[in-house]
Structure formats: C-alpha cells, structure tokens
C-alpha cells in the first residue's frame, strides 16, 4: 500500500514540469499538444489515485462509525 503514493507523488512532480514547460511558451504546437495529451493522462491518474484514497477513508471511518477526524501525520515524522 505504501507504493501508491510515491506513484500519485512522482505524477503530480511530472505534471507540475509538465506545466512549466508550457507555460514557457518554448515549445512547439506539437510538442505543446504532446504535452497537453500527457497532461490529461496525468491528471486522470492523480484523481484516479485520489478517489481510490477516498474510498479507503470511507471503508476504514465504516468500520468505526465513531471515529474521530485526525491530522495526518508529517512524512518526516515517521
């Protein structure tokens, strides 16, 4: 499980450049709409990662209706 979010980590970091690259305004017309088509398949990934996530907090808040909202802890914590 601990994978995943290295994976929706490194697409968001891709489309993050993706964008500057963009924005920029150096790339071609192909290339832009290479990157926007890559782009796209990005964004469907994050999200796609993103409801998977959501799913597993429902699951796991069914489980004990009575649980308490809680911060996530910082990743350099653990």
């Known amino acids: 499980m601990a ?3 290295p994976q929706l980590e490194e697409a968001l970091d891709s489309l993050e450049a993706l964008v500057e690259r963009m924005e920029s305004g150096d790339l071609t017309l192909e290339e ?3 990157a926007f088509e890559q782009g ?3 964004t469907r990934e994050c999200q796609q990662a993103l409801t998977r996530a959501e799913q597993k907090v ?3 808040l069914d489980q004990d ?3 308490e909202p809680a911060p996530f802890e910082d990743r350099d914590e653990q």
């Open 3 to 5: 994978s995943k979010a």
């Open 32 to 34: 832009s709409l290479a």
């Open 40 to 42: 796209v398949k990005l």
């Open 58 to 60: 429902r699951i796991l």
């Open 65 to 67: 209706p009575n649980a």
